[in-house]
């Protein structure tokens, strides 16, 4: 049989294998517009704060200013030397959610990659991906990330490491059952039929249908991400100072705490919103990618 008509049979199945008919249009959800609105809003800071004229310098002190409550001039107040909170907050979002992008980079490759094989391959690949991913489940996961900081020492690239350890099993395990479901479907079994090479299946039929829950995933990943690293930084074991996180600002706040008690609210609740939209568009996310087979 020629490609062509390979491709035509592979095609004519996947047809009978649609979304859920029943399924309403997609909609406008406000929550997940505001979500999606604050996301955007934090990004923007983030990347372009340096730049802002409003912004000022995250590392000047200001003798006259020290502990200030917010103010028009100090938006999130100061802290205990003076420095603007609002500044720094901006500045320490560029390495939390550096870290939080880049730990979530990689565990979608390596995760992906781990569970598109295990799912699809099966057999022992599958057993021994199954293996890795409970023996690391297994293990506390702040413990873990504490003593791969404590023994390698704080840099971003051992926090970037150490953090990685928990997205790559969670992903590779969400990866792998949506593979187990998509290669059951029947354009899947046609191309196998067909004489199709296993590589181009999976990269053609398995992957593009596994990537939308993937994606999903991975905003609800990121902000697991944005919660561990904060909670490093928080207890000292994340990047070093001056280096500033959302974290450290959290945890500078909490020493003089009834003195400075705005730095543990602004950041906190800034940090809190952010986790909370991540995990909102991802949920959204989840939903409306949620490819159902016409049999069940």
Known sequence: MSSVAADMAVK???AHDITDPKRPASQ?????????????????????????????????????????????????????????????????????LFVGATVTFIGIFLGGLLGLLAGYLRGWVDSLVRLLISVTLAIPALLLVIFIVTIQGQSLKNVILAVSLLAIPALARIVRA??????????????????VKKGSILVREVLPNVMPTLVSFAFLTFGIILVAESSLSFLGLSVEAPTITWGSIIAEGRIKFSDTPHMVFLPGAVLFLTVLSLN???????????IKESGL
């Open 280 to 290: 909102f568009v991802g949920d959204q996310m989840l939903k409306r990618f949620d």
């Open 178 to 195: 949506s593979t187990l479901q998509v290669a059951d479907r029947d354009y899947v079994k046609a191309a196998q039929v067909l004489g």
């Open 12 to 14: 004519s199945a996947r």
């Open 28 to 96: 406008h959800n406000w929550l997940f517009i505001l979500a999606a609105g604050w996301l955007i809003v934090v990004l923007f800071f983030v990347v372009f704060g340096r730049w802002l004229p409003f912004i000022q310098d995250p590392t000047a002190k200001d003798a006259q200013a020290i502990a200030q409550s917010p103010s028009w001039d100090h938006w999130f107040g100061t802290a205990t030397f003076g420095q603007d909170v609002f500044a720094r907050v901006v500045e320490g979002g560029r390495i939390s």
